[in-house]
């Protein structure tokens, strides 16, 4: 079985492909379990928690925009991609999108287009695993988000394991230590906040008890990974956030009209979805 070195244009990657030591990985990727991540030079990383508070989504955050990268199982035979693609072109058409379809890289790719936004998803088959990346941002940066994402699933490592899943689940997300630990520390500030912890009961934790920096051993290179994770930014479910969610994550992001001050609506999918879930009302 051939073994690549990171970069030199075979990805995305399957783990057990991969010759780069992991000591270069820690640095360069952010390892969420089943999928490690590039992070992009002066970006941040971004933390989406569910409302049951555990993670939904990962992102890089950079100047032009937000790219996610999600594993999915897939069958043996391949193709899963192509299978999904005329799927979440019709999904994003009934949300309002203007849809539009390029020629990439690794195939078909899909163009989304609502006020204020463009989204572009890039899926990748693998060996029993299928790969997504989704890129968005303002209008007026396509081709600057098209570069960017297909440079990122191109470094992107997927770790399958053995575990047996449904064609099309989502692997588990793991956070590295350094980003749990900044997880836990906003979770308590939630509760700090609120007097309400992450069970639903009074909280009864304090900040000053929770860890906040890297482990001791963990070697932080600046602007690298676990420099990243360690300063990461993380919403829970019903917060603001700054650019596009997965479309396919039914989150609830409507605010109170009453409520001040008004907090960010979001990325332009979010507003799509809130003005979809207020139709159905």
Same mark, same amino acid.
């Given at each position: 079985?051939?073994? !690549?070195?990171?970069?030199?244009?075979?990805?995305? !990657?399957?783990?057990?492909?991969?010759?780069?030591?992991?000591?270069?990985?820690?640095?360069?990727?952010?390892?969420?379990?089943?999928?490690?991540?590039?992070?992009?030079?002066?970006?941040?990383?971004?933390?989406?928690?569910?409302?049951?508070?555990?993670?939904?989504?990962? !992102?890089?955050?950079?100047p032009i925009g937000r790219v996610?990268?999600?594993?999915?199982?897939?069958?043996?035979?391949?193709?899963?991609?192509?299978?999904?693609?005329?799927?979440?072109?019709?999904?994003?058409?009934?949300?309002?999108?203007?849809?539009?379809?390029?020629?990439?890289?690794?195939?078909?790719?899909?163009?989304?287009?609502?006020?204020?936004?463009?989204?572009?998803?890039?899926?990748?088959?693998?060996?029993?695993?299928?790969?997504?990346?989704?890129?968005?941002?303002?209008?007026?940066?396509?081709?600057?988000?098209?570069?960017?994402?297909?440079?990122?699933?191109?470094?992107?490592?997927?770790?399958?394991?053995?575990?047996?899943?449904?064609?099309?689940?989502?692997?588990?997300?793991?956070?590295?230590?350094?980003?749990?630990?900044?997880?836990?520390?906003?979770?308590?500030?939630?509760?700090?906040?609120?007097?309400?912890?992450?069970?639903?009961?009074?909280?009864?934790?304090?900040?000053?008890?929770?860890?906040t920096a890297p482990a001791a051993?963990?070697?932080?290179?600046?602007?690298?990974?676990?420099?990243?994770?360690?300063?990461?930014?993380?919403?829970?479910?019903?917060?603001?956030?700054?650019?596009?969610?997965?479309?396919?994550?039914?989150?609830?992001?409507?605010?109170?009209?009453?409520?001040?001050?008004?907090?960010?609506?979001?990325?332009?999918?979010?507003?799509?979805?809130?003005?979809?879930?207020?139709?159905?009302?």
């Open positions: 079985m051939a073994k !690549y070195r990171i970069g030199d244009t075979a990805g995305p !990657y399957d783990i057990d492909d991969v010759v780069t030591p992991a000591a270069d990985l820690a640095n360069s990727h952010l390892d969420l379990g089943s999928v490690l991540v590039p992070v992009v030079e002066g970006g941040q990383v971004t933390v989406e928690m569910s409302a049951t508070h555990q993670p939904e989504a990962v !992102y890089l955050e950079t996610g990268v999600l594993a999915f199982a897939a069958p043996r035979s391949g193709g899963q991609w192509r299978e999904l693609v005329r799927e979440l072109a019709e999904s994003l058409q009934a949300e309002g999108a203007q849809t539009s379809f390029d020629d990439g890289h690794w195939g078909r790719e899909v163009l989304a287009k609502v006020d204020g936004g463009e989204h572009r998803f890039i899926g990748v088959d693998g060996p029993r695993w299928m790969v997504r990346c989704v890129a968005s941002g303002p209008d007026g940066t396509a081709d600057q988000l098209a570069q960017l994402a297909r440079a990122i699933l191109a470094e992107t490592v997927v770790r399958r394991g053995k575990e047996p899943f449904p064609p099309r689940d989502v692997l588990p997300i793991v956070l590295p230590p350094v980003l749990a630990e900044q997880v836990s520390a906003a979770q308590q500030q939630m509760a700090a906040e609120t007097g309400v912890g992450p069970d639903g009961r009074p909280a009864v934790s304090s900040l000053d008890d929770a860890p051993d963990a070697e932080v290179l600046p602007g690298g990974a676990v420099a990243q994770a360690a300063a990461a930014n993380v919403f829970t479910e019903g917060a603001p956030a700054a650019a596009v969610d997965d479309p396919e994550t039914d989150v609830d992001d409507e605010t109170p009209d009453d409520e001040t001050p008004t907090p960010s609506e979001g990325s332009a999918m979010q507003r799509l979805r809130g003005r979809r879930k207020r139709r159905r009302r």
